[in-house]
T-cell receptor
Framework: ETGVTQSPTHLIKTRGQQVTLRCSSQ?????VSWYQQALGQGPQFIFQ???????GRGNFPPRFSGLQFPNYSSELNVNALELDDSALYLC?????????????FGPGTRLTVL | SQKIEQNSEALNIQEGKTATLTCNYT??????LQWYRQDPGRGPVFLLL?????KEKRKERLKVTFDTTLKQSLFHITASQPADSATYLC???????????FGTGTRLQVTL
């Protein structure tokens, strides 16, 4: 186990709804990255937070937003859900935003949009 | 555009043999490359990182090579075991240190 936890484990929403996913980073880590993994694909980078500031964003629309709290836990918010948002959402924590620092992934949240 | 290719077909090998997985990339000049293991319904687990100035890296039964001329990394598991069955992902840093780009992964099945 990595020490990174995510909630909820599974979620079912309907198109147009909004969802909030949560991630608790590993103790001592100040950086959280979020990824979307569609079935049969590799994880796609959504964005990263470092010490409560956004530190890089992938090619996702603005309805994907997030924040990081003083304890370095993080939230991913998705507004106006679309069917294609159905995926496994992964967060990963690391001790710094440097790419060579190991990223420890949580178990993910499986989101289904109907 | 930037592309990472891993063999999408599953690799089936017999226990005890060496498994070799391939990661090819185009339009990248990554400073380093990482390999992860992912089991069904779980998050990826980091295995190895190799830098552009390293030709080879080993960790127990794992070996990774990185050829920046061929734009290819090979991932080897020697003396493979059924417990090695999983999907293996390669990932490159993509311009900014904060962003990893993953391949689609190759599923390895080790049979008795």
């Amino acid at each position: 186990e990595t020490g990174v936890t995510q909630s909820p484990t599974h979620l079912i929403k309907t198109r147009g709804q909004q969802v909030t996913l949560r991630c608790s980073s590993q103790s001592g880590h100040n950086t959280v990255s979020w990824y979307q993994q569609a079935l049969g694909q590799g994880p796609q980078f959504i964005f990263q937070y470092y010490r409560e500031e956004k530190n890089g964003r992938g090619n996702f629309p603005p309805r994907f937003s997030g924040l990081q709290f003083p304890n370095y836990s993080s939230e991913l918010n998705v507004n106006a859900l679309e069917l294609d948002d159905s995926a496994l959402y992964l967060c990963a924590s690391s001790s710094s935003p440097g790419g060579t620092d190991t990223q420890y992934f949580g178990p993910g949240t499986r989101l289904t949009v109907l | 555009s930037q592309k990472i290719e891993q063999n999408s077909e599953a690799l089936n090998i017999q226990e005890g043999k060496t498994a070799t997985l391939t990661c090819n990339y185009t339009n990248y000049s990554p400073a380093y490359l990482q390999w992860y293991r992912q089991d069904p319904g779980r998050g990826p687990v980091f295995l190895l990182l190799i830098r552009e100035n390293e030709k080879e890296k080993r960790k127990e039964r794992l070996k990774v090579t990185f050829d920046t001329t061929l734009k290819q990394s090979l991932f080897h598991i020697t003396a493979s075991q059924p417990a090695d069955s999983a999907t293996y992902l390669c990932a490159l840093e993509a311009g900014t240190a904060s962003k990893l780009t993953f391949g689609t992964g190759t599923r390895l099945q080790v049979t008795l």
